[in-house]
């Protein structure tokens, strides 16, 4: 059944105008389907379906439960729930928060990468916030297509923006550009379901050179990795690039260097999230964490993430370890070494802040334990990061790290071919201590070296190391046993070999016969061998010389030397092996065995019975029976005196080699002797300067003190004094008040770093603002009486605030309760307005006698008295 191309459109806040405008450029009659989502009030009616139905000739609906997506239609997520597809399928289930929070874009492009894989197709459009982010990623680590609006051109640019941040885009375009941009892919992508099949020799070194810029550019080899999931990457950039064939991408590889970065970022895919595979971190933290903990050297457990992409991983761990840690009140530190070869999602790992969408996947408990919450995004505390070293590291070719008590190593191996995989087990064989804990993906293996771990859970993929194994030497001979040009390398069969022995032999010979490869190791066995081979008590021997019977050896030694030399076919008549108790004669003859004219590698020995020429008249019998005894002496000498001349060579040669090796090592032991001289000397430096940087510490620790004392110092005072005060800076914006000030102006601890401006106060003063500025503008100092409405009176001064350095940073506003001075004032001049109207009467009272007594006078010298 074919699949329908299905489109995921997430968007949020000026998501209405971006679907107006894809729409206008979308045409109609096209074989894909589109999901739109976007964020909706959940108790109010969606009219997003008929809104976009103005500007497309394609049915729009708003989405049913279980409705089947068919190809030319609109399907528009309903309010108030989350949308999920799955089988063809469209599935509605509630709205539920996470951690306060709808995240449905997320909710939707995940399961659109569950059910479509490569052939997803995520876009992002306007919105705030980060929904979308977590699940463009997955879609992109399965391969798919994912666009992004290009925020220049957004509304509210919160949602591209984050989106981009994760390094994982295909195209950043305006909305006008992604419907011709999508179609143009998927008509590429399923034009003729073109496969690279890497079958012509031009197209095999046409992929090799990629490997090999990459490798210029980037120092990292992809040439053992799973060929399948290189190719597809590989046809997933030709198919965004409109390339047909390999040639024309690696003459864009050569001439546009930011396509191999492209290019190396697709095969590395550095996506993960954290808790990924829950349940396996549920098992750990349940069954193994205590165990793993009390086994730690000196309390300190050593944990190893390789492919560590962006941190989530070993965050995960590390809260997982922390939380057990203190819960159970224990001293042990966490240690753990996450490392990975992509040095931007390292450095990404290192800041530690994630988007907000990580709450669908961080339980509450854990986030609130150990994040800080931040505008944009959550960033891990101090008590986590510094727990957490992060390296840019080749787990395949860089020193591993040692006596760890767990490696958690998910999602690597499915990337490697047989033979990288192998290498990288041993790898974190090596690492672990006996009897501690590794972590496998849930696709993962151990295959052949499952011998070197023992199960702990087959479901979550986890094992514990045997104690006392070793499989470094096995790898390494594994690996390094190509090196020896002496013997040429086994060659796999791949039809049965008894088929082909038989097939051989009939052609050719009856007699009894053995396959044997370079080493003379038997792999098959046709006919009786009995007289010829012969097996003896105690360790079974699989070596055809060892078991070759008396008067065998040497002529199978010579014959097998000089075929793997000459590689032709070499045959030994006459030669008597003992047999029984007697001696029988036999051809020996060795051929190289070849299929096809090509050679496997392998050689077949062919026994042939013969007579030897013996039959002579009676009368010279004695004589020429001991005449062929001195015959076959000389021979069985030559052939043992060519043997030892041989071995004599040999020797000669690895010893020549072996004194080459040595020099080697006591050249490679002068470097090393001279590096750890360095080292040394480097651990003194080290610890000269980290004892002065203690010092520097310490001193800066005394100074926090200080600065501490002071500073609680100054806050007493200020309150002790009762005085409304208000700090603002060059830009009138509030940088420290007193509490008092709540009074006069309703500020909070939140307001610091807005402008005074921005505030209204309760004073029956309306120049505050201005004469501020003017403070600010001449320096001079201000003051003024002013009262509030409910008549409390305050004495206002606004001066420059000075710096030690005697710097003008901004001013001062104070204000001091004058209420009960003014109240004192007023009965002050009350008592002296009523003292005065005393006098006034006493004074009035006393002119009045005086005129009574004048009058009085007066009236006495006019009667005479």
């Known amino acids: 059944m074919k699949k329908i191309p299905v489109i995921g459109i997430g968007a949020s806040a000026g998501g209405l105008k971006e679907f107006e405008h894809f729409f206008k450029h979308m045409p109609a009659g096209k074989e894909v389907a589109f999901v739109l989502i976007q964020h909706l009030a959940p108790d109010h009616k969606s009219i997003l379906a008929d809104i976009v139905k103005r500007y497309t000739e394609m049915d729009v609906f708003q989405v049913e439960d279980k409705v089947k997506v068919e190809a030319g239609k609109v399907y528009i997520i309903p309010p108030n729930n ?6 063809g399928k469209l599935l509605l289930s509630p709205m539920q928060k996470d951690h306060g929070r709808y995240l449905p874009i997320d909710f939707f492009f995940r399961s659109l990468k569950d059910s479509l894989g490569e052939e997803a197709i995520a876009v992002i459009l306007s919105g705030t916030g980060s929904d979308g982010t977590l699940g463009i990623k997955e879609v992109k680590e399965a391969g798919g297509l994912t666009i992004v609006q290009q925020p220049e051109t957004a509304d509210y640019d919160g949602m591209p923006t984050n989106a981009i941040k994760t390094g994982l885009i295909d195209f950043i375009i305006p909305v006008e550009d992604m419907p011709d941009t999508i179609l143009s892919y998927i008509e590429n992508k399923l034009k003729g379901n073109k496969t690279i099949k890497l079958v012509d020799a031009k197209e095999v070194s046409y992929f090799n050179q990629i490997f090999n810029l990459i490798k210029q550019q980037k120092r990292h080899d992809f040439t053992n990795y799973k060929r399948n999931t290189i190719l597809r990457r590989i046809e997933r950039r030709l198919t965004v690039n409109k390339f047909d064939d390999l040639k024309d991408y690696i003459d864009l590889l050569k001439a546009n260097p930011k396509e191999i970065d492209t290019l190396y970022k697709e095969l590395l895919i550095s996506v993960t999230s954290f808790f990924r595979d829950a349940e396996t971190f549920k098992f750990v933290e349940k069954n193994l964490i205590p165990k793993i903990v009390a086994q730690a050297e000196n309390q300190t457990v050593r944990i190893w993430v390789p492919a560590c992409a962006t941190g989530e991983e070993a965050y995960s761990w590390a809260m997982l370890f922390k939380a057990y840690v203190n819960d159970n009140k224990l001293n042990h530190e966490i240690q753990i070494f996450a490392s990975d070869i992509d040095a931007e999602a390292v450095e990404r ?7 907000n969408n990580i709450v669908a996947d961080v339980p509450r408990e854990l986030l609130e334990r150990f994040f800080i919450k931040e505008k944009e995004g959550y960033k891990v505390k101090n008590s986590i990061r510094e727990s957490v070293i992060f390296a840019d590291q080749n787990l395949l070719q860089d020193p591993p790290y040692s006596r760890l008590d767990m490696v958690s190593c998910r999602n690597v191996l499915i990337y490697l071919d047989n033979e990288l995989q192998q290498k990288a087990i041993s790898i974190l064989h090596y690492a672990l201590k006996p009897n501690c804990t590794l972590v496998l993906g849930n696709s993962e293996s151990l295959g052949n070296s499952a011998q070197y771990f023992k199960v702990v859970d087959r479901k979550f993929k986890i094992f514990t190391k045997i104690d006392n194994t070793d ?22 069969v791949t039809e049965p070999i008894a088929a082909l022995t038989k097939e051989f032999i009939l052609d050719r010979y009856t007699p009894p016969s053995v396959v044997i490869d370079y080493d003379g190791e038997m792999v098959y066995i046709q006919g009786k061998t009995g007289k010829y081979l012969e097996l003896s008590t105690g360790e079974v021997k699989n070596n055809i010389v060892k078991v070759a019977r008396e008067g065998l050896k040497v002529p199978l030694l ?6 793997k030399t000459k590689n032709e076919e070499i045959i030994h008549k006459n030669i008597r092996v003992k047999t029984n108790g007697d001696f029988e004669f036999v051809n020996l003859c060795i051929s190289p065995f070849k299929k096809n004219n090509k050679d496997t590698g392998l050689l077949i020995v062919i026994f042939e019975p013969t007579i030897a020429n013996t039959q002579i008249s009676g009368d010279n019998m004695d004589s020429n029976a001991e005449h062929v005894t001195i015959l076959e002496l000389e021979k069985e000498l030559a052939e043992k005196e060519q043997y030892l001349q041989n071995t004599i060579e040999e020797l000669e040669t690895t010893n020549e080699e072996l004194k080459s090796s040595n020099e080697e090592a006591q050249s490679t032991n002068e470097e090393l002797k001279s590096t750890n001289e360095e080292l040394e000397t480097s651990k003194e430096e080290l610890q000269s300067v980290n004892e002065e940087l203690s010092t520097s510490n310490n001193e800066l620790i005394l100074k926090i003190d200080e600065l501490a004392k002071v500073n609680n110092n100054l806050k007493n005072l200020l309150d002790a004094t009762n005085i409304a005060t208000i700090f ?3 830009n009138m914006k509030i940088f420290n008040f007193t509490p008092s000030v709540s009074e006069i102006i309703d500020l909070l601890h939140t307001d610091i770093g807005r402008s005074i401006q921005q505030f209204t106060n309760n004073l029956n003063y309306d120049n505050l603002i201005e004469d501020t500025k003017q403070v600010l503008k001449t320096l001079i100092p201000k003051e003024k009486e002013v009262y509030l ?31 009960e001075k003014k109240k004192q004032e007023a009965e002050l001049e009350k008592y002296s307005n009523h003292l005065e109207e005393l006098v006034e009467e006493k004074s009035k009272k006393i002119k009045e006698s005086e005129a009574l007594l004048y009058e009085t006078e007066k009236t006495a010298k006019i009667g005479g008295w």
Not at 349 to 355: L, N, V
Not at 800 to 810: A, D, F, K, R, S
């Open 558 to 563: 010579n014959a097998i030397r000089k075929v």
């Open 728 to 730: 603002l800076d060059r």
């Open 349 to 355: 790992a290192r800041e530690g802040y994630y988007t």
């Open 471 to 492: 499989i470094t030497g096995r790898v390494w001979k594994m690996n390094y046993q190509r090196l020896e040009n002496q013997i040429p390398a086994k060659k796999a």
């Open 82 to 87: 989350l949308l999920t597809i799955a089988k």
């Open 789 to 819: 409405a409910n008549k409390n009176y305050f004495w206002m001064r606004i001066i420059p605030y000075l710096t030690i350095e005697n710097v003008i940073e901004g001013v001062v506003i104070t204000f001091t309760n004058i209420t």
